[in-house]
């Protein structure tokens, strides 16, 4: 007896759809195909709409430890899963950083208890802390080393001697915040004392390319998985396009990149690292997009209070919360016909699963995870308040026009939102870690 069959939908995967019916037994979805004979617990009708596997998010900053009232795991996960995201990676700038074995052990049973999303949780790179990130990414539950090669919010910054150990005394999947610190710095002191036009001015696309120069240069000397995290300008893009199929790069963009750029009015709410680029930069990033050369869309969800944002230029947070705008995004461009749902499954789910090896996620078939979104492709909506989750309770992206929530969103075989709403408040996730051993 199964207990729950959806009936009559689209399944999507990132090469295709055909008209199936899913069974779910404890969890798992365990049929794929014309009506299953046998009897269900449940029900419920997908005909005319979507089913696609729930959307990974490989790249938030939950504030959890050390910032609540910016962000927490419930607040957060339930951000989450309303938005159709159903497993979310979590990065180590939290407070302590997860850089030591006890932190990320602390996130962890943060995480299990009050996480509404299935979660893997980043180990940080950091000076003297190369055998640890060993132990808990290559041999451990961790989902990758994060790397900031710039500084940026919080204290995780690696100098270039502890990124070449990390290169070559690691085999776990490297994630690196790509801007070149020393450009960082000499920008600093040029714009000393004055206020940029724009963030962009002050933090380049120089110090993004030169940033992932330096990791071309790595990897040559020791391939190895890296995923560049928020790819923001045609400058990194053309560096890594020369290289794509002869080094082990695969590529992150993240939304704020590709629907937001330096001309609009934004002000701090618009402050974010990588910045929000000139057009043509996203012209470009749109173009790639299309010719599937980025990998995975991540939000780099990264919430900061109104009132930081409300503080002068130099002294605001950079950060711009996201993790439940992603399908509203994705999916309107759907609707708007820029990309095929095929691809949106692509990079929101199927591709994260398989780069971070996450094997019974990312797809709708026989033996995976029974994480689930269900839609009815509609109408856009102009974003507003009504589709904002995040504690801070704002979003960069209002007025854009999005789909609205998914209809359905199934995490492990529960219903646990629908249509904007939380109605199972008591499943908890799961910790996904990677399947493979390197
Ligand atoms: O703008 C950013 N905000 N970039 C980062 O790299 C970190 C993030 C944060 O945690 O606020
Ligand atoms: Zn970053
Ligand atoms: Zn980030």
């Known amino acids: 007896m199964y207990d729950l069959i959806i009936e009559d939908g689209t399944v999507v995967s990132g090469t295709g759809r055909q008209v199936a019916d ?17 009897g269900a617990k449940r029900r419920v009708s997908a005909a005319g709409r979507y089913v696609l596997p729930g959307f990974i998010d490989t790249h938030v900053h939950f504030r959890d430890p050390g910032h609540p009232h910016k962000e927490d795991w419930e607040s957060g996960s339930r951000a989450a899963v309303i938005g159709g995201v159903t497993t979310v990676c979590d990065m180590p ?14 996130k962890a049973a943060r995480a299990a208890a009050r996480s509404r999303a299935n979660y893997g949780i980043w180990f940080g790179g950091a000076a003297g802390q190369v055998d640890e990130a060993r132990r808990m990414a290559d041999e451990g539950p961790a989902c990758g080393i994060k790397v900031f090669m710039g ?7 690696v100098d270039d001697a502890t990124l070449v150990e990390l290169f070559m005394r690691t085999d776990a999947l490297i994630g690196v915040h790509a801007e070149s610190e020393a450009v960082l710095a000499e920008q600093r002191a040029a714009w000393s004392g004055r206020t940029p036009p724009t963030h962009h001015d002050a933090r380049p696309a120089a110090a993004a390319v030169e940033a992932v120069r330096r990791l071309i240069e790595l990897c040559r000397a020791r391939p190895r998985p890296v995923h560049v995290c928020h790819v923001s300008t045609a400058a990194e893009l053309a560096e890594l396009e020369a290289v794509r199929g002869q080094l082990p790069f695969t590529l992150e963009v993240s939304p704020h990149h590709l629907w937001l750029d330096n001309t609009m009015p934004l002000g701090n709410l618009g402050k974010v690292n990588p910045p929000l680029r000139p057009p043509a930069d996203r012209a470009a990033l749109w173009d790639a997009l299309t010719r599937g050369v980025l990998d995975t869309v991540g939000s780099d969800h990264a919430p900061h209070t109104l009132e930081e944002k409300g503080r002068p230029y130099d002294q605001a947070p950079a950060g711009l919360p996201g993790v439940e705008m992603v399908f509203s995004l994705l999916a309107g461009a759907v609707h708007e016909g820029r990309l095929s749902v095929e691809r949106m499954v692509s990079l929101c789910a199927e591709a994260p699963a398989r780069l971070f090896g996450f094997a019974a996620k990312g797809r709708v078939v026989e033996g995976a995870d029974a994480d689930l979104l269900i839609y009815a492709p509609s109408d856009l909506v102009a974003l507003s308040a009504t589709q904002v989750l995040t504690r801070v309770g704002w979003s960069p992206f209002l007025g854009v026009l999005g789909h609205p929530h998914p209809d359905e969103v199934l995490v492990g075989g529960r219903l646990v939102a629908a249509r904007g709403q939380m109605v199972d408040d008591d499943a908890r996730g799961a910790l996904v870690r990677p399947a493979r051993r390197f």
């Open 22 to 38: 899913v069974a779910i037994e404890g969890g798992t979805i365990t049929y794929v195909g014309p009506r299953p004979a046998g």
């Open 93 to 106: 700038n939290t407070s302590p950083p997860t850089i030591t074995v006890a932190a990320w052990e602390d």
């Open 151 to 157: 500084a940026s919010t919080g204290p995780l910054l």
